[in-house]
């Protein structure tokens, strides 16, 4: 196919959440599709109708929709299909591409456990692929028939892999599998195949446990006079200990890391570097990943999660959005903390930006703006010395009357330390802990600032009452 033509799909199975592999995935698919101004798709494999659920068809739509990764059409829904299948089912039946199998589960295992102390790869003997001159066993009664399909018996099957490379599998390993259940449902694999040929995929990426499939899906698009799209498979995402990414390595649901604070770009850049490169390139946005985006950079071998270098690329995009944006996606999250204080007027895009460098997540952000917005704990304000209550009347005695600007908060502690022989820290602890509940914070005279003079005064009162 022309670079004209280029189109693309995502495939996920609705059985649960998009993970951090798929999304990876989708990610590539967009960006090639993109580079080349052609079409990324969405495709939902929900024929498992056991294990499919809405709430996973609606998770998976969500979590490419906040990477940004919308689909050009309407999705694909395998299960809007089955008259399609059927069709071609039936003409690789009577073209004689497929055909029917009477086998038993049981008798199945026994072949593939004679082949096994033969020495041969386990599979179905062909007892009813049909042959010139061979003659078929009876028919038994009462037993529904799957199809199979008539894979080739010599040669090999070989595709030029856009990631691995040249890739020949021999035909002798190949089964004649199973397309159509008993029931008449049709298998993944027969699906996959009729789906990239009626979607004209141009190019198929997907994870390397997929080897296995595509000599299958490439023999039944060749059985009905297909083009064959190109396939590449991506190596798996490993945990940092060289073990496969799963929960316990952390959050492998992409939309964890929306609940733990992560920006969406921030996720797209890290998924990027997980994989492919652009020469010494951290740091890029989607137009450059999609400008720069081609598949002779993608790596042969499996990436490693590190999430310090997630949070260190977040952080990043932190401090470089726009305060009045970091804002608006912070505010409704503020708002519905528990001990959140409606009388606060403490002006939020002023918090941000004094917290904002700090960050390495949004969480971290709403946390740290929560000092202005809820009543400080009292575990350090119990600590507090009659000592310090009496450096905190001084403090209040001295700014009770002053304007409040930044240079009046400052001369009024350098006033404050002067007249009383006292150090910073003697002074400045006292009121940090009194205002925010905490002993470390940013400058605390932008704190004092930010949170008004009332507000400061109100809260060292309720700390000296107490």
Not at 340 to 348: G, H, V
Request: net charge positive; proline share 4%; hydrophobic share 35%.
């Amino acid at each position: 196919m022309s670079y004209n033509q280029i189109r693309l799909r995502f495939a996920p199975s609705p059985t649960g959440f998009l993970h951090l592999g798929g999304a990876r995935t989708a990610l590539f698919s967009w960006a090639f599709a993109r580079h080349h101004n052609g079409s990324f798709l969405l495709r939902i494999e929900d024929t498992d109708l056991k294990r499919s659920t809405k709430e996973a068809v609606d998770s998976i739509i969500y979590g490419m929709k906040w990477l940004g990764l919308e689909s050009d059409e309407p999705p694909i829904y395998q299960t809007s299909k089955m008259s399609r299948y059927k069709d071609i089912l039936n003409n690789m039946l009577a073209n004689g591409s497929a055909y029917y199998c009477y086998s038993s589960q049981e008798e199945i295992e026994a072949m593939r456990e004679e082949a096994k102390q033969k020495g041969l790869k386990p599979k179905y003997s062909g007892l009813w692929r049909p042959e010139a001159g061979k003659t078929l066993p009876k028919i038994p009664e009462n037993r529904q028939p799957t199809i199979r399909f008539k894979s080739p018996l010599h040669g090999t099957t070989s595709w030029k892999d856009i990631v691995k490379g040249e890739i020949s599998i021999p035909n002798q390993e190949l089964d004649d599998l199973i397309i159509a259940r008993s029931d008449g449902s049709p298998t993944y694999n027969f699906c996959v195949a009729i789906d990239d040929w009626d979607m004209k995929i141009s190019h198929v990426l997907r994870g390397d446990d997929h080897v296995s499939n595509t000599p299958k899906q490439i023999n039944i698009l060749k059985s009905i006079g297909a083009q064959l799209p190109e396939y590449g498979h991506l190596p798996m995402i490993l945990g940092p200990d060289g073990e496969k990414l799963s929960k316990r390595h952390g959050a492998v649901n992409i939309l964890e890391y929306k609940k733990l604070g992560y920006l969406p770009e921030a996720m797209i850049n890290y998924l990027a570097r997980l994989g492919w490169s652009h020469q010494n390139d951290e740091i890029f946005n989607s137009q450059e990943l999609i400008k720069w985006f081609d598949f002779k950079h993608l790596s042969k071998s499996a990436a490693k999660w590190d999430n310090k270098k997630l949070n260190w690329i977040n952080s990043y995009y932190i401090k470089n959005t726009n305060t009045s944006t970091l804002a608006k996606t912070i505010e409704k999250t503020i708002r519905e903390k528990e001990n959140y204080n409606n009388a606060a007027t403490t002006n939020l895009e002023n918090i941000i930006d004094l917290f904002k460098d700090r960050s390495e997540t949004l969480v971290d952000l709403i946390n740290s703006a929560m000092i202005f917005y809820s009543e400080p704990s009292n575990k350090l304000i119990k600590e507090l010395t009659k000592e310090d209550i009496l450096i905190l009347k001084l403090f209040i005695q001295k700014i009770k009357n002053i304007d409040w600007t930044l240079t009046n908060i400052d001369i009024a502690i350098k006033e404050i330390l002067e007249q009383n022989n006292l150090l910073m820290k003697q002074l400045l602890l006292p009121i940090r802990v009194s205002i925010t509940g905490m002993s470390k914070t940013p400058a605390i005279n932008k704190i004092l600032l930010i949170m008004t003079k009332d507000e400061v005064i109100k809260r060292i009162q309720r700390v000296i009452s107490s």
